[in-house]
């Protein structure tokens, strides 16, 4: 998977190039700077100096001593200082720095940790949005497959309205399903997940309540607007009712005068997994896949269903994975990195690969 947001100990990812939140002269900081120092023994620090000092937004690297990696890329991520005094551009720099170092050297797979968010300050919810759209525009143009490491929850922090926003559609959407299922003369819970897949679509006074969809540039605040489905019409789906999942992939990419590396890279794929769904007309992909496919294509929720159902998969209100990607389509947030980076921080596996 080109970027893909994982729990764990930096010092045990088994990657090309290890990032390292550095101190720009070469003494061993503290925090992850200390931790990848102690797991890479002495030689590190000497090779470190014989870099010398580096800049904020700079980067260089060196060998990786005892560590499970090639190289070691230490850069120096900018100190908080309330957000006026061009920390947003540095640290995104710091990504780009690296990247650019592990491209050059051929590498062909990275482990950051979050930047400048340990005793430099940064605002967890910004560096984590930085972080991804900094990765995410590199990965437009380069293949790479990237981790974003963070060693415990309390690493990792969406931004407040976004996850408050999330929790109130995940709970008016179990809610209204519970609901359903009383008015229908069952017990709440028993919905089993053919009939929460095919339940329709929630636009109750209720869900027009909520506040509206969340379009996050850079580290502004949410702004909101709701959507609403345009469903398909009737000739048309009998027209396509014999398609394959990847007949109908290719045609949404026509329709849409999409190329194939924007849909593939959009979704957070690889090219060689693109490849196969391509060339194989009965392949059946991963939900994940299947998922991140059609919010790359942009597709409503009606056109979703439809396209994961022809891989033989469903979007079930009884799953909280599930629902979470719902809110993000009717919302019309087709991001993939955005949307992964809520399912990680609700505990649920990611689109994708």
Known sequence: MPLQIVRNDITRMHVDALVNSANPDPVIGLGVDSAIHE????????????????????????????????????????????????ETEALARCYRSCLEI????????IAFPLLSTGTYGFPKDRALRIATQAIGAFLETC?????????????????????????????????????????????????????????????SDALEALPNALSIDGAD??????????????????EQVEESFS????????????????????????????????????????KPTAL??????????DETRDLI?????????????DIIVEYFIVRKMWDVMLINETLFAFDQPLIGR
């Open 247 to 286: 007949e109908a992939l290719l045609r949404l990419i026509d329709e849409r005068d999409m190329t194939d590396p924007e849909v593939y890279k959009r979704a957070n794929i690889d090219r060689k997994l693109f490849s196969k769904i391509r060339s194989k007309k009965g392949y059946q992909p991963s």
């Open 292 to 301: 991140a496919l059609a919010v790359a294509l942009r597709l409503n929720l």
């Open 39 to 86: 797991a890479a023994g002495p030689e590190l620090l000497r090779m470190r100096a014989q870099v010398g000092r580096i800049g904020v937004g700079e980067a260089a690297c060196t060998g990786a001593g005892r560590l499970p990696a090639r190289m070691v890329i230490h850069t120096v991520g900018p100190i908080w200082q309330g957000g006026n005094a061009g």
């Open 102 to 109: 592990a491209a050059c050297s051929h590498c062909r797979s």
């Open 309 to 321: 159902a022809r891989a033989g998969y469903a979007l079930t209100h009884a799953n909280k994975g």
């Open 143 to 203: 293949e790479l497959d990237v981790c974003l490491v963070v060693y415990d929850r309390q690493s990792y922090q969406l931004s407040r309205e976004l996850r408050e926003d999330v929790e109130n559609f995940i709970a008016d959407t179990t809610s209204f399903e519970r609901d359903a299922v009383c008015r229908r003369g069952g017990q709440p819970g028993t919905l089993s997940a053919f009939a929460a897949s095919a339940a329709e679509p929630i636009f």
């Open 221 to 238: 605040a949410p702004r909101r607007a709701v959507c609403s489905i345009a469903p398909r019409r009737l000739e048309d789906v009998v």
